[in-house]
């Protein structure tokens, strides 16, 4: 779709951050997909996200649009969303149904890809990671 194939040709909010309060690492073995994710936190708002890494069009386009949708999020909204898109990749939740998404939902048809769903939730994984304090985070 064009909104995806826009956010990997542009990401969004790729670059490294100076100074985070957090960080996290991604990795999909499957395809090779890798990612860092920083956060900047003001109390319970994400002041700052940002992503660098390569991997296919589905995991940069995921990372850029995560960032977008996040910054300024509170904590607790954002980890709905996360699994909110954990949910709607695989096939959990009807993109039809009440949820948080907004544009996100272009990535609903890769539940029926079940390879490509790993790339698309990788971010999302490493998003989470860096919530929890963990250094890394594996779609394994």
């Not at 951050?17 to 957090?22: A, K, L």
């Not at 997909?33 to 956060?39: A, P, R, S």
Request: net charge positive; with cysteine; hydrophobic share 40%.
């Amino acid at each position: 779709q064009s909104l995806i194939l826009d956010h990997n040709r542009a990401p969004r909010n790729f670059r490294a951050m100076e100074q985070p309060d957090r960080t996290a690492e991604g990795y999909n073995p499957l395809c090779g997909d890798q990612l860092k994710v920083w956060l900047k936190l003001d109390g319970d708002r994400i002041a700052d996200v940002t992503f660098q890494g390569s991997g296919c069009a589905i995991s940069k386009a995921s990372a850029s649009m995560m960032t977008a949708v996040v910054k300024g999020k509170s904590r607790a909204d954002a980890e709905q969303m996360v699994q909110e898109f954990r949910d709607m990749t695989t096939g959990k939740l009807d993109p039809a149904a009440p949820h948080h998404l907004g544009r996100l939902t272009v990535f609903a048809g890769v539940r029926e890809l079940p390879v490509r769903v790993k790339c698309a939730i990788l971010p999302w994984h490493t998003l989470h990671a860096a919530f929890a304090g963990a250094a890394s985070a594996s779609t394994e």
